[in-house]
């Protein structure tokens, strides 16, 4: 629930130009919560991260895995989408569910350089704030960690991070709590009013 | 490029190095750019500015998540970021950072400056390890406790596969070694050709299906860590040394194959590849027994 004051502040930021916030971090790290948690604010949010269903596609129209030469052509077309989400957004407050720059860490991670279209585009289009969410403590101790998925993912998670400073942002890292306590950190830093929730 | 992280007192000394100037960082410091956790992040790892970027990126990334709450802040003024204003000296940086931590000046220089430097190069080698590829070494295992849950998230998606992929690498390096163990017992117990032969057949078949596997997971996995298919391939023992186009034609009928019975139909003709490969462990076997 939008709270009276929060309303108002996303009103009077309608009436002036783009304010672009983008929510990232690695896999795990309570992104879709803390998106769902800024939509039932009825804060202007983009839902779904455009990649993943690029991804399906790619995958269904390749019959099989990613390939390395598949994965440029893939990151091109996610590049795109996140141009055209950038560009869409004209007036008021509104948060990206990933940002152009996470293709830097999508490159990193499988060992390829950014394409001339990431940089490009990174110089163009720029956003006013990037949250980083580190991610949420599981309950395991780090030495359970032998999963080569479960290392992979803390790689990519770093390596996105990593891309956001190649991009030259100073992200602002969330501390991994409640998406309830992550979203009000987040107004808190952006001096908007924190959401209603009801008694 | 580095095959092992740089020690603790090497950290700590490249540290206290960039301690002087602050961030960022703007030429190499020697044992900071050799960390895998840096090289990891390079653009281009071999690429002494590109290193640099990454050790920057890295250090404002620990620096903002530095974990003792009490000294954050002053942890961030020492070294250059706010607090701290740009373009510090070092004795300015130190005393905004004693008056964020609350401490004289000359305690926090000498008590709590070390340790905020031991924190932050214990942070360093921690990230180090977690990029360490142990790519020929086959994933350790331990009892299943809650199911997985993968991350509907491309990135997730990608790491989940990936893990899939060196599972089944690993089930056909290890289906092979054991029917290349399988052979040299044979032979140490002095069998008949008639017992080795079909293993050898089987092992040819595994050979295949491991090899096609390698090949598979490198095409889309490869990210030049040196393992190529041929290394992996070794791991599981020694085989006969087949010809490039040899070992093309094995791998392509035992990927096409499921079963044994289907490759072995597909490569009954091939004698050259029958003697290329079976005739070794035989001679292998006959060597054996004139000792």
């Known amino acids: 629930m939008t709270g009276t004051a929060l309303a108002e502040a996303l009103g009077a930021a309608a009436a002036a130009g783009p304010l672009r916030y983008v929510i990232t971090g690695g896999p795990s790290s309570g992104k879709d919560d803390l998106i769902e948690a800024i939509l039932d604010a009825q804060i202007p949010c983009m839902e779904a991260e455009p990649g993943r269903e690029i991804y399906r596609k790619h995958r269904a129209r390749l019959g099989r895995h990613l390939r390395r030469e598949d994965r440029h052509e893939y990151s091109l077309e996610v590049l795109d989408a996140f141009i055209s989400e950038f560009t869409r957004h004209k007036h008021g407050i509104r948060f990206f569910n990933r940002g152009i720059p996470d293709g830097y860490g999508w490159d990193a991670f499988f060992g390829l350089g950014p394409t001339p279209q990431l940089e490009q585009a990174n110089r163009i289009y720029r956003y006013d704030v990037v949250f980083v969410l580190d991610p949420l403590d599981r309950f395991e101790d780090a030495d359970d960690v032998v999963w080569a998925q479960d290392r992979e993912i803390r790689r990519v998670h770093e390596l996105i991070v990593q891309g956001y400073y190649d991009a030259g942002y100073e992200p602002v890292f969330v501390p991994p709590n409640s998406a309830v306590e992550r979203l009000d950190f987040i107004c808190a830093n952006l001096r908007l009013p924190k959401p209603s929730r009801g008694a | 490029m580095p095959k092992k992280s740089p020690a603790s007192q090497d950290v700590i000394y490249g540290l206290q190095q960039v301690l002087r100037r602050g961030l960022p960082v703007t030429s190499a410091t020697g044992s900071l750019t050799e960390l895998r956790g840096v090289v990891a992040r390079a653009v281009d790892p071999t690429d002494a500015p590109s290193r640099t970027s990454a050790l920057n990126g890295l250090l404002q990334s620990l620096l903002a998540r530095f974990k003792d709450a009490r000294y954050a802040e002053a942890v961030r003024a020492l070294f250059g ?45 921690a990230d180090a390890d977690g990029f360490t590829r142990t790519k020929a070494i086959a994933p350790r295992l331990t009892p299943a406790g809650a199911r997985p849950r993968v991350p509907a998230d491309p990135f997730a998606w990608e790491v989940a596969e990936e893990e899939e992929a060196v599972s089944r690498l690993w089930a056909a390096i290890y289906g092979l070694r054991a029917e290349l163990v399988a052979i040299e017992r044979l032979v140490s117990l002095g069998s008949e050709e008639a017992q080795i032969v079909p293993r050898a057949v089987t092992a040819a078949w595994m050979w295949g299906r491991a090899s096609a596997a390698a090949v598979a997971h490198g095409q889309a996995y490869g990210r030049n860590d040196g393992q190529t ?14 010809p490039a186009p040899l070992a093309t034609r094995l791998r392509e009928a035992a990927s096409t194959a499921d079963s044994r019975r289907e490759f072995l139909a597909s490569v009954r003709g091939d004698v050259e590849l029958g003697n290329a ?15």
Do not use: C, Y
Request: net charge neutral; charged share 20%.
């Open chain 2, 229 to 242: 298919p041929d290394v992996m391939l070794s791991l599981a023992g020694w085989t006969p040394p087949l």
């Open chain 2, 81 to 125: 970021l706010p607090p701290a204003l740009p373009g510090q000296n070092l004795t300015q940086r130190r005393s905004a950072a004693a008056v964020s931590a609350g401490h004289e000046v000359h305690h926090f220089r000498k008590r709590v400056e070390p340790r905020l430097i031991e924190q932050l190069a214990a942070d360093l080698l």
């Open chain 2, 277 to 291: 490969w079976i005739r070794p462990f035989l001679s292998t076997a006959i060597d054996e027994e004139s000792r």
